[in-house]
């Protein structure tokens, strides 16, 4: 995999993370560089992650399962995950609530790690593609966690840039 096709993979897998950062910064009662440098760094860790994991599951599925039987599968398993967790969401979005948004001041960690193994999830599933193609997956997880810390960044420091009084 060529240098281009890997940076712009990277910034590909970075953009759900992003728009969560977004929604994430703008709930911040202070919204600081410090805490969206910090859900850059969670986000970024555990999106670099999962592309290792996924590529660890495909590669050692080829040494049991047919590789073309994998191809023909892998992305139907990803958007049968991806239909689920967006039904769900929708669901969520449209269901009544009393609730009002809380501000504020800090994310918890869990919560951060939790949301952020949720938008990986096709990060995990390019892994397991990765798998079958001639690529260093130390160097496309590396590029992907980078891309994602840069772009969680980004968004998590918007509200402050952009929208602060």
């Known amino acids: 995999m060529n240098p ?5 993979l990277a910034f590909s897998m970075s953009t759900d993370a992003f728009s969560v950062a977004i929604s994430k910064g703008a709930i911040l009662k202070n919204p600081r560089f410090t805490e969206a440098f910090r859900m850059g760094v969670i986000f970024g860790t555990i999106e670099a992650i999962t ?5 660890l599951i495909g590669h050692s599925a080829t040494s ?10 892998d992305h139907w ?12 969401m929708l669901y969520e979005g449209l269901k009544p609530s009393d609730e009002t948004a809380e501000v504020l001041s800090r994310h918890s960690f869990f919560k951060l790690a939790l949301t952020a193994f949720g938008t990986s999830i096709d990060a995990m599933a390019v ?5 079958f193609v001639k690529v260093n997956i130390l160097l496309a997880a590396g ?3 980078l891309a994602t810390t840069i772009m969680v960044t980004l968004g998590g420091d918007v509200r402050e840039r952009c929208w602060a009084p």
Request: charged share 5%; net charge negative; no cysteine.
């Open 64 to 73: 049991f399962i047919d590789a073309s039987f994998i191809e023909a599968w």
């Open 143 to 145: 590029l992907i966690g």
């Open 127 to 131: 892994g397991v593609s990765l798998a």
């Open 77 to 88: 398993v990803a958007f049968v995950i991806l239909f689920t967790l967006g039904l769900h």
């Open 4 to 8: 281009i096709a890997l940076l712009l």
């Open 51 to 55: 592309p290792i994991i996924g590529w």
